[in-house]
């Protein structure tokens, strides 16, 4: 139904700058709720980002004021613009999407590498 494929991770200074990019298939992408998670290696996943089917966002306050969650529905692509990272921030981010905005994500992207050194 709906495959999600991430982008745009690498490695950056601490203070430095990414953008991420979830592209995604299917005809309702515009109406999906989304988010953006991250992980590291023996901790738990955690929400970083959130919008909605309204383009209402909610953010993780370790990432508030830093990142912004976005959408361009005409390129099905969800975006996390990424500001003033820290060494903290590093981790694999995945896109996830909520077909029916159930707080249920049914979708997961395969991930994409965020290093941020100091």
């Known amino acids: 139904q709906v495959l999600l494929v991430e982008s745009g991770g690498g490695s950056v200074q601490a203070g430095g700058s990414l953008r991420l990019s979830c592209a995604a298939s299917?005809?309702?992408?515009?109406?999906?709720?989304m988010g953006w998670f991250r992980q590291v290696p023996g901790k738990e996943r955690e929400g970083v980002a959130y919008?909605?089917?309204?383009?209402?966002?909610t953010y993780a306050e370790a990432v508030k004021g830093r990142f912004t969650i976005f959408r361009d529905n005409a390129k099905n692509t969800l975006y996390l613009q990424m500001t003033s990272l820290k060494p903290e921030d590093t981790a694999m981010y995945y896109c996830?999407?909520?077909?029916?905005?159930?707080?249920?994500?049914?979708?997961w992207g395969q991930g994409t590498q965020v290093t941020v050194s100091s």
């Open positions: 299917g005809h309702t992408y515009s109406s999906y709720c």
């Open positions: 919008i909605d089917s309204d383009d209402s966002t």
């Open positions: 996830a999407a909520d077909s029916s905005c159930g707080n249920w994500y049914d979708y």
